[in-house]
């Protein structure tokens, strides 16, 4: 088991960073939720931060939330519970993506960020992602930018549906105008 590590408000300021790679985005509602489960019930979980950067993994909202509102803050007695992630960054971008999945909790604009990062590092491959983050091959071609549109890249389209991406040859249509003037 890992060690926790009590924080107060003015060493979580100092020490906990908001990760570059965060996935996940919360709705105002479940917002204002996650604040009163952390007056009502405290902490339920530690935050996760990678040791080396400070970058929160797991836990963003939850820390804003106990660093802004003093309801909260008093509700916790004034402490944050940290565990520390000594993997290296990637492996701490690579855990802050599967644990976010695993809650159906991510952005898929910088869930594909992730993903194209983390596979061109090498550090993992397609095989990985499919396997630890059950991802289908047309996830993964749409998050890696191998998706539908770029396998239809060089085709020519008939006047019936024209894509935004070959607007320099869009034909202007003909307005057809009753026959009378006055119309």
Do not use: C
């Not at 100092?14 to 965060?22: F, M």
């Not at 191998?146 to 040859?169: D, R």
């Amino acid at each position: 088991m890992r060690e926790i590590v009590y924080l107060t408000q003015e060493e979580a300021r100092e020490k906990l960073l908001p990760s570059p790679w965060r996935q996940g985005y919360i709705l105002k509602p479940d917002l204002k939720a996650l604040k009163a489960n952390l007056v009502d019930y405290g902490w339920l979980e530690p935050i996760i931060v990678h040791r080396s950067t400070g970058y929160i993994i797991d836990g963003y909202y939850r820390v804003n939330l106990f660093l802004m509102f003093k309801d909260v803050a008093k509700a916790v007695e004034y402490v944050i519970p940290v565990t520390y992630y000594d993997g290296d960054e990637l492996d701490a971008e690579l855990l802050s993506l599967r644990l976010g999945r695993a809650r159906g909790f991510q952005v898929p604009k910088f869930v594909s960020n992730s993903v194209k990062r983390l596979l061109r590092s090498k550090k993992i491959d397609e095989k990985y992602l499919k396997r630890n983050l059950a991802m289908g091959v047309d996830e993964l071609s749409t998050l890696t930018e191998t998706g539908t549109l770029k396998q239809f890249s060089g085709v020519e389209y008939n006047n019936a549906w024209i894509p935004v991406e070959s607007s320099e040859t869009l034909v202007k249509p003909e307005i057809e105008r009753p026959p009378n003037k006055d119309r």
